[in-house]
């Protein structure tokens, strides 16, 4: 089965269970989903205490709200649909996101550093850039499951991704010598998407480990 469709198959189980009581679906849910539904509330934020706050929240809300959700109509893009108005919630309580907005000259010529997340190097887009590239790098939605969540058309997620995609990619371009690391979560269904789009480290211990055969498993990550 592919790792797309084993994580939407694992999520229904889930928040079946859940509907029924069985709250050790959550950890099921953490397993599967916590990475995507973190960087989500990350995008909105902007800093990573209100992003860890909202992931308590939607897990809560997701024991809370799951008799309600309807089987087979994708619960990733269900959790995720919560992180989001979780987070955007979280904003307007503060009234202010709490994250600077680097400039791309500021950010290319910041000085003292070899490595950056690739969270924080997302800081020099817009939001609206920065929510498109974590739904489709970080949560590896489709567009057709991205789209509805940001309220715009398959074709405008699209355009707005590879808006976003030419202005990291001319951020880099200045800082040669800049490592681009996606610092966790990382598995076989993200691993291509952070390759394709540049990232020169990616941690995927939580892949490795739960591996039969981890050198195959790394070597599948490396897409050798």
Same mark, same amino acid.
């Given at each position: 089965?592919?790792?797309?469709?084993?994580?939407?198959?694992?999520?229904?189980?889930?928040?079946?269970?859940?509907?029924?009581?069985?709250?050790?679906?959550?950890?099921?849910?953490?397993?599967?989903?916590?990475?995507?539904?973190?960087?989500?509330?990350?995008?909105?934020?902007?800093?990573?205490?209100?992003?860890?706050?909202?992931?308590?929240?939607?897990?809560?809300?997701?024991?809370?709200?799951?008799?309600?959700?309807?089987?087979?109509?994708?619960?990733?893009?269900?959790?995720?649909?919560?992180?989001?108005?979780?987070?955007?919630?979280?904003?307007?309580?503060?009234?202010?996101?709490?994250?600077?907005?680097?400039?791309?000259?500021?950010?290319?010529?910041?000085?003292?550093?070899?490595?950056?997340?690739?969270?924080?190097?997302?800081?020099?887009?817009?939001?609206?850039?920065?929510?498109?590239?974590?739904?489709?790098?970080?949560?590896?939605?489709?567009?057709?499951?991205?789209?509805?969540?940001?309220?715009?058309? &398959? %074709?405008? !997620?699209?355009?707005?991704?590879? @808006? /976003?995609?030419?202005?990291?990619?001319?951020?880099?371009?200045? =800082?040669? +010598?800049?490592?681009?690391?996606?610092?966790?979560?990382?598995?076989?269904?993200?691993?291509?998407?952070?390759?394709?789009?540049?990232?020169? &480290? %990616?941690? !995927?211990?939580?892949?490795?480990? @739960? /591996?039969?055969?981890?050198?195959?498993?790394?070597?599948?990550? =490396?897409? +050798?």
């Amino acid at each position: 089965m592919p790792v797309l469709s084993h994580r939407r198959s694992v999520c229904e189980k889930a928040v079946a269970a859940l509907a029924t009581g069985d709250r050790s679906a959550l950890a099921t849910l953490y397993d599967c989903m916590g990475r995507s539904l973190f960087s989500v509330a990350y995008a909105v934020t902007g800093n990573w205490h209100d992003a860890e706050d909202v992931l308590q929240e939607t897990q809560l809300d997701a024991c809370r709200t799951a008799p309600s959700y309807r089987p087979g109509t994708s619960a990733c893009a269900w959790l995720l649909a919560i992180a989001r108005h979780k987070a955007l919630d979280c904003v307007r309580r503060t009234g202010v996101r709490r994250a600077e907005t680097l400039d791309d000259d500021r950010a290319a010529e910041e000085p003292g550093f070899a490595a950056v997340e690739a969270l924080d190097l997302l800081r020099a887009l817009d939001e609206e850039e920065r929510e498109v590239v974590i739904l489709r790098v970080y949560a590896a939605l489709p567009y057709k499951e991205l789209a509805p969540l940001l309220g715009i058309t &398959v %074709a405008a !997620a699209q355009k707005r991704y590879q @808006r /976003a995609m030419e202005k990291l990619r001319a951020l880099r371009a200045k =800082r040669p +010598e800049l490592i681009l690391e996606v610092d966790g979560g990382v598995n076989r269904e993200t691993a291509p998407i952070c390759r394709e789009n540049g990232a020169d &480290v %990616a941690v !995927a211990g939580t892949a490795v480990f @739960r /591996a039969e055969n981890i050198p195959a498993e790394i070597a599948l990550l =490396r897409g +050798e």
